[in-house]
């Protein structure tokens, strides 16, 4: 995998934007770019513009006791959810999932997708251009690309295996839930940093088992999801798809993925294929 950026700490000018104090520390996760101070997160700013100012509009919406729990996006003195490419959201505490908490973190994430049900199609979506944007794309057959020698073998057979989906309705989704629902004793689940895309919910549920086909040890009944819609599997499909594409992205072409990592995509593709998984050379 590549390299976590180094973290950026906030300057002091955005602390005080914020009404924040206290010591920045690093937090581990995500991309490795967010940082606690006191009882707040800032991480810089993601996305097109307008972006970030949109994401904290719609969590500051977000109902109460719905399923699941966000951080409160914090915002400065002039009302700005943006201050000198810095957000700010309150700190949550919980352990991540999904290890042994997979069906936690599908409910948590059914829960928030019919909060954002309602939700228009914001504009910045067409105009996003990084690795995950463009991987989002070539999975539901938007663009195409090419993607790294090791894994042109899965990547070929999974668009072989793509097939049209009738009949489902695209919304407002977070497509990377995997990793980003804590889980605290007693309390509704925390789903932090917000990743948009307009797709079905149970795409953005299938790049959620999809990553444990990829990258956690399988459990029993991983593969079963989508409450028995006949479009599962295409939904599969996609999110490896979603991923290959992504990883290729953020590497670049001179990248050697090595045996284990290539043997993770041929068994995920095989699961995908067959409906059951049996494993190529796990870590």
Do not use: C
């Not at 937090?27 to 997160?41: D, H, I, N, P, Y």
């Not at 668009?159 to 004793?185: E, K, M, W």
């Not at 789903?191 to 086909?213: K, M």
């Not at 479009?231 to 590497?251: D, P």
């Amino acid at each position: 995998m590549p390299e976590q950026p180094s973290v950026i700490l906030p300057p002091r000018s955005v602390l005080d934007a914020f009404g924040v104090s206290g010591v920045p520390e690093p937090l581990t996760g995500g991309q490795g770019r967010s940082v606690r101070v006191g009882g707040a997160v800032l991480k810089p700013a993601e996305g097109t513009e307008g972006e970030s100012e949109w994401a904290a509009s719609v969590l500051e919406r977000l109902p109460r006791g719905a399923g699941f729990r966000v951080p409160r996006p914090l915002r400065s003195a002039e009302g700005d959810a943006v201050v000198d490419g810095w957000t700010a959201a309150e700190f949550l505490d919980g352990r991540p999932g999904p290890s042994r908490r997979w069906p936690g973190v599908v409910a948590a994430g059914r829960a928030f997708h019919t909060a954002l049900r309602e939700l228009p199609r914001p504009g910045f979506l067409d105009r996003r251009t990084h690795p995950w944007a463009v991987a989002d794309r070539v999975a539901w057959g938007e663009e195409e690309v090419d993607v790294v020698a090791e894994l042109a073998e899965p990547f070929a057979r999974l668009l072989s295996l793509r097939r049209p989906v009738d009949g489902a309705v695209a919304q407002i989704v977070h497509g990377d839930l995997t990793g980003n629902v804590l889980f605290a004793p007693g309390r509704d689940p925390v789903v932090i940093d917000f990743s948009p895309y307009w797709r079905p919910p149970l795409y953005a549920e299938a790049v959620v088992i999809g990553d444990g086909l990829l990258w956690y040890e399988p459990v029993p009944g991983l593969l079963i999801g989508g409450g028995g819609d006949p479009r599962w599997r295409q939904m599969l499909i996609r999110a490896l798809i979603f991923r290959i594409v992504a990883l290729s992205g953020l590497v670049g072409p001179s990248w050697r993925a090595g045996e284990k990592e290539a043997a993770r995509f041929l068994a995920a593709t095989d699961a995908a294929e067959r409906g059951t998984y049996e494993g190529r050379a796990r870590p």
